[in-house]
């Protein structure tokens, strides 16, 4: 895209070509560059804000609404039926499991300006033109290409053992995450992942919702709190430099979902409710038993023994009680202070 092509109210599509494209408007037009307003979230190591102002080359911009006047243009071609993203299409492709051509089922993850769709099916993302609106897939279905998106964003597929650069990284990461969004689009909720993994291992069909309507919430919190863990954080092949993003992203979806489950619930206590509603049980709260204070034993004056060093065993006599130890004199070797513990009665 040109300079002198842009104009100040203008929509485009701001990003590298191999990148992530947003939609954006211009608010200033810069003797060499140009300010965009972003209209749509950005961003999949760390989250853009919408209305966040870019400064961007007219290079990295083209116009949003290119492939609509091209189409203005020519009325006499039929055009297909509008579709969507998150919207079930079947299309010709390949999967991982076989590479011959053929009819794959999948979902629209995004619309190009080219009037292409990328469509996530068959376990990866491929760019098609002809494409075919279809009917909802079952829950199982969707749920088992969820499984696919999160192993793939593994720390240890999505550098593959570190042999992949951080921008491909960045951009396949992006790719992954706009395939798990129209999935749950798709699905009419989100799909935390052990319910994606239960579908694909167990063929366990998804809870009812209005039966333990915290259910979903409990799940998608204890996913984030696996997701913080240290061995999740710093596996072997995972890229250092992104965890405080990661650590930062999963604590605001924390927030967001303590906010959604009306209070704060530790990592335990989630635990034990999920349990309890899964298998019908009532829920016991897991809280820390009171620490009952045991009163001294001793009192000043008391004759008692104690181990000392060398494995010797000392006998003295109590001349003061404090917090948590014991105050002994002994006539051969001095005071000593002894915890509670370790102290007896002497015979």
């Known amino acids: 895209m040109k300079l002198e092509d842009c104009k100040v109210g203008m929509k ?3 990003g590298r070509s191999q990148g992530e494209q947003t939609l954006g408007t211009i608010i200033k037009v810069n003797p060499q560059k140009l300010k965009v307003r972003q209209e749509e979230s950005r961003g999949t190591m760390r989250s853009y ?3 966040s102002v870019w400064t961007v080359p007219p290079s990295l911009c083209q116009a949003a609404g290119a ?5 203005a243009q020519a009325p006499a071609v039929v055009q297909a039926p509008t579709l969507k993203v998150g919207q079930t299409v079947e299309f010709e492709g390949c999967s991982w499991a076989d590479w011959r051509p053929t009819t794959l089922k999948g979902v629209i993850t995004k619309i190009n300006v080219d009037g292409s769709y990328d469509v996530y099916g068959g376990g990866h993302t491929q760019c098609k033109k002809l494409v075919k609106a279809t009917g909802t897939r079952a829950f199982l279905d969707i749920a088992r290409e969820c499984q ?3 192993n793939s964003l593994s720390p240890e597929c999505l550098t593959c053992d570190g042999e992949r650069s951080r921008s491909e990284v960045t951009r396949i990461a992006a790719e992954l995450n706009r395939a798990l969004k129209a999935l749950f689009i798709e699905a009419g909720r989100q799909i935390s992942e052990d ?3 239960r579908a694909e291992t167990e063929n366990v069909e998804a809870p009812k919702t209005a039966a333990n309507p915290e259910l979903p919430i409990l799940e998608e919190i204890l996913s984030h709190y696996a997701a913080l863990s240290p061995q999740n954080l710093y596996r072997e092949g995972a890229d250092f430099s992104a965890v405080p993003g990661i650590v930062e992203n999963h604590t605001k979806a924390l927030k967001a979902l303590f906010t959604k489950y009306g209070s704060f619930i530790s990592q335990d206590d989630a635990f034990a409710k999920v349990a309890a509603k899964q298998n019908d049980l009532p829920v016991v709260p897991v809280t820390q038993a009171p620490v009952q204070e045991s009163k001294p034993r001793f009192k000043i004056g008391d004759l008692v023994t104690f181990q000392g060093t060398r494995n010797r065993t000392l006998t003295g006599k109590v001349i003061a ?4 130890t014991v105050s002994i004199n002994t006539e051969k070797d001095g005071n000593w202070r002894v915890p ?3 102290l007896r009665h002497a015979v």
Do not use: D, M, Q, S
């Open 12 to 14: 485009v599509l701001f």
């Open 49 to 51: 804000p919408i209305g």
């Open 195 to 197: 319910e994606a993994y």
């Open 67 to 71: 492939v609509a006047t091209v189409t």
């Open 321 to 324: 009680l404090n917090v948590k």
């Open 340 to 342: 509670f513990g370790g």
């Open 148 to 150: 696919n998106v999160y």
